[in-house]
Every structure is written in structure tokens, then in C-alpha cells.
């Protein structure tokens, strides 16, 4: 399913968020098979979303620069720019 740009920025948002709440969880429940379960699933499909917004629309973060030639995170607009959206 392709998505643009804003649609993507904002589904790894929501993962980010979910799976932050999720590591608070697991800090004090541990044991929980369900917990765990989604936060795998959630950070499967984060995972998913980033891959798809790095190839059409360039990295997120630096750590992610793709071309070992060139540095290409200066190259704008950076994703929370509004031009980039």
C-alpha cells in the first residue's frame, strides 16, 4: 500500500508513540506475553513504515544516510519541515 509522504511521517509517529507506551508497560509487567506480542507487531511495522519513507522520501535521521559515496542527510527539506510535506 503506497502512502504519502505526511500519511507515513505520521503512521511511524504512532508506532513510535504505541511502543514507547508499550516499554513503560514492560518495565513493570514483565511476564506479559500480550504486551510483548504487540510491541513486536508494532515494531515490525514501524520498521515497515521507515523502510518505505527512507526509500521514496530520503532518511528520517542521519544514522540512516543510504549512500556510502555521499553524505546526503543536508539535502532538504528535512521531514518535519513543512515543505517536505
Known amino acids: ?38 510491541f513486536d507487531k508494532y515494531r515490525s511495522q514501524r520498521q515497515q513504515a521507515v523502510d518505505e519513507y527512507t526509500k521514496r522520501f530520503g532518511s528520517l535521521q542521519a544514522i540512516q544516510n543510504q549512500n556510502p559515496n555521499q553524505w546526503e542527510w543536508g539535502k532538504g527539506p528535512f521531514p518535519w519541515e513543512r515543505e517536505a510535506n
Do not use: G, P, V
Open 1 to 38: 500500500m503506497m502512502h504519502n509522504q505526511n500519511q507515513l511521517l505520521r503512521m511511524i509517529q504512532k508506532y513510535d508513540f504505541a511502543l514507547y507506551d508499550l516499554m513503560l508497560y514492560l518495565d513493570t509487567h514483565t511476564q506479559s506475553r500480550e504486551a510483548l506480542a504487540l
